[in-house]
């Protein structure tokens, strides 16, 4: 607070309880205030230092600066290019910087659809479908280590190896030291946190697409793969569109086509999706799911779908059909073939739309808005050009050392 604000603070606050209590509902306290610096002459206003050190924490650590920020603020060591690099590279190394990345990826990869422990189906049908697995294994200690998997793998992409984009979604390093999600990857296990990465040499486990923390769902009893959740997921998340409700939907649609209940999951979900209003939205989506068809339910490799049922009291393995991840989707008006999970990492680069969907989910996460302005949209632009040729960490400090970071727009501008 100001001096003047401090003062008003004091005089109407008759004793202590009362002062914490105004401290603790005083604007300055509940939100994050960026007013007090000069103009510019393009008409922003410059932060003063200590807005420019809360700014830099705000958005790489989620908190508040701690003593080395603040003593570098109370220096003026941030109004020098090499002071200001020093403290954004001591920022972004953090183990804050770290935490705050990883809630980005989990929301950015939508980790929370995860199945919760001990929610999968179960039955004869479907261990018969997850064998060797049961579904007693799937529990939450599972799912925790398929989590802590993934999340050791982009640890280690992004601060480890100082790796790019393109890298997290190429990369066929397995970070697990648990036997269960090992053999989803036909692997043995890590002895311990601190050996070294397993590199998948079958050449279908590579990059962020093909983990089972992305592949994975919560199974239907007999085991059949949701090629719509799958892409519904690469279209919000991975390549930032927009999708909604059609306006004339209908929970009806699709009520009266006969699916032949022996047709892959593929030709079930054309036949269903194919014609009316469905088709629009899931002219994009289905491709997008399609293309990761080769990992089943639990996220394992498969080139054959089988699905099973209870019949006359025995399990039947009524469906088997070879897989069929070939497709093609549109991406920045040009149409790409794709064959499997390996094309539409190839797609999704070449047409660099990629670097669109990132930027986008990533300028949300940290300042909790689209660009508003001309400074925003040279934060998101500088970014998304970064990202291209630059590792992870690398394209943050260029965007945190951009003129246009140090710098907030009037209102109305």
């Given at each position: 607070p100001?001096?003047?604000?401090?003062?008003?603070?004091?005089?109407?606050?008759?004793?202590?309880?009362?002062?914490?209590?105004?401290?603790?509902?005083?604007?300055r306290f509940?939100?994050?205030?960026?007013?007090?610096?000069?103009?510019?002459?393009?008409?922003?206003?410059?932060?003063?230092?200590?807005?420019?050190?809360?700014?830099?924490?705000?958005?790489?650590?989620?908190?508040?600066?701690?003593?080395?920020?603040?003593?570098?603020?109370?220096?003026?060591?941030?109004?020098?290019?090499?002071?200001?690099?020093?403290?954004?590279?001591?920022?972004?190394?953090?183990k804050k910087a770290k935490e705050t990345l990883w809630t980005f990826y989990q929301q950015w990869l939508a980790l929370s659809r995860l199945p919760a422990g001990n929610s999968y189906s179960s039955g004869p049908a479907f261990d018969a479908f997850a064998s060797p697995y049961t579904a007693a294994q799937l529990d939450q200690n599972f799912k925790e280590a398929v989590v802590e998997d993934t999340r050791q793998f982009l640890e280690y992409i992004t601060f480890t190896q100082n790796?790019?984009?393109?890298?997290?979604?190429r990369s066929p390093l397995i970070f697990t030291t648990n036997s269960l999600v090992a053999g989803i990857y036909g692997v043995s296990p890590r002895a311990d946190a601190a050996a070294a990465p397993i590199t998948d040499t079958s050449g279908h486990f590579k990059g962020i697409l093909t983990r089972p923390s992305i592949t994975q769902q919560k199974p239907s009893v007999n085991g059949e793969t949701n090629h719509i959740l799958r892409g519904t997921f690469l279209?919000?998340?991975?390549?930032?569109?927009?999708?909604?409700?059609?306006?004339?939907?209908?929970?009806?649609?699709?009520?009266?086509?006969?699916?032949?209940?022996?047709?892959?999951?593929?030709?079930?979900?054309?036949?269903?999706?194919?014609?009316?209003?469905?088709?629009a939205c899931h002219?994009?989506?289905?491709?997008?799911?399609?293309?990761?068809?080769?990992?089943?339910?639990?996220?394992?490799?498969?080139?054959?779908?089988?699905?099973?049922?209870?019949?006359?009291?025995?399990?039947?393995?009524?469906?088997?059909?070879?897989?069929?991840?070939?497709?093609?989707?549109?991406?920045?008006?040009?149409?790409?073939?794709?064959?499997?999970?390996?094309?539409?990492v190839d797609a999704l680069f070449q047409s660099e739309r990629i670097y669109e969907g990132f930027t986008a989910y990533y300028f949300q996460f940290s300042f909790g808005r689209a660009p508003l302005s001309g400074l925003d949209n040279a934060l998101y632009s500088n970014l998304k050009t970064a990202l291209k040729t630059k590792s992870v960490r690398e394209s943050l400090e260029l965007m945190a050392l951009l003129p246009e970071f140090s710098q907030v727009q009037p209102a109305g501008k």
């Open positions: 100001t001096s003047a604000e401090i003062n008003e603070i004091r005089s109407n606050a008759p004793n202590w309880m009362s002062l914490v209590g105004r401290i603790l509902m005083h604007p509940l939100t994050h205030f960026e007013r007090d610096g000069q103009i510019t002459k393009s008409g922003a206003f410059a932060l003063t230092d200590y807005e420019l050190e809360a700014r830099l924490t705000a958005i790489f650590w989620k908190s508040v600066p701690d003593v080395a920020g603040i003593d570098a603020a109370r220096s003026g060591s941030l109004r020098t290019p090499a002071g200001l690099k020093t403290e954004v590279v001591r920022i972004l190394t953090h790796g790019s984009l393109e890298t997290i979604f279209l919000e998340n991975i390549l930032g569109f927009e999708l909604g409700q059609p306006a004339n939907f209908n929970e009806q649609q699709g009520a009266g086509i006969i699916v032949p209940p022996t047709a892959s999951t593929r030709t079930q979900v054309n036949l269903k999706t194919g014609a009316g209003t469905c088709a002219s994009q989506i289905n491709p997008s799911g399609f293309s990761l068809g080769n990992f089943d339910s639990l996220g394992r490799y498969q080139t054959t779908e089988r699905r099973f049922r209870i019949t006359n009291g025995m399990v039947d393995n009524y469906a088997t059909n070879p897989v069929d991840a070939t497709t093609s989707l549109r991406l920045n008006s040009k149409i790409y073939t794709i064959n499997d999970a390996d094309g539409l």
